[in-house]
């Protein structure tokens, strides 16, 4: 599965961005797979943001809950990231991840895009 972000880049506080990842290869159906966002602050570990289930189910870290929203089209086959009320901490190198399944059992293979620059000023 091969991931493609965009959609970063500079933006106020307040302000909003919209992340997309497209997805393609084999076994690349975003509707087959859990598909998340990830973010790594200058310094910091990467952390969770957001994921999206095979199933439509969302989950998303406390820090972004109720700002961000994670989305897909199937029919384009890509995920979303809307962000709002943007803030300076929201500031990050974001990336897409795509577990793939790849046996019955439901063992995962990860995917990660090459990451897309939010930077958020104040």
């Known amino acids: 599965v091969q991931l493609v972000e965009s959609g970063g880049g500079l933006v106020h506080a307040g302000e909003s961005l919209r992340l997309s990842c497209a997805a393609s290869?084999?076994?690349?159906?975003?509707?087959?797979?859990?598909m998340s966002w990830h973010r790594q602050a200058l310094g910091k570990q990467r952390e969770l943001v957001a994921f999206i289930t095979s199933s439509g189910s969302t989950n998303y870290a406390d820090s972004v809950k109720g700002r961000f929203t994670i989305s897909r089209d199937i029919a384009k086959n890509t995920v979303y990231l809307q962000m709002n009320s943007l803030k300076p901490e929201d500031s990050a190198v974001y990336y897409c991840?795509?577990?793939?399944?790849?046996?019955?059992?439901?063992?995962?293979?990860?995917?990660w895009g090459q990451g897309t620059q939010v930077t958020v000023s104040s």
């Open positions: 991840k795509a577990d793939v399944v790849v046996t019955v059992e439901g063992a995962t293979v990860a995917s």
């Open positions: 290869g084999r076994l690349s159906s975003v509707d087959t797979m859990t």
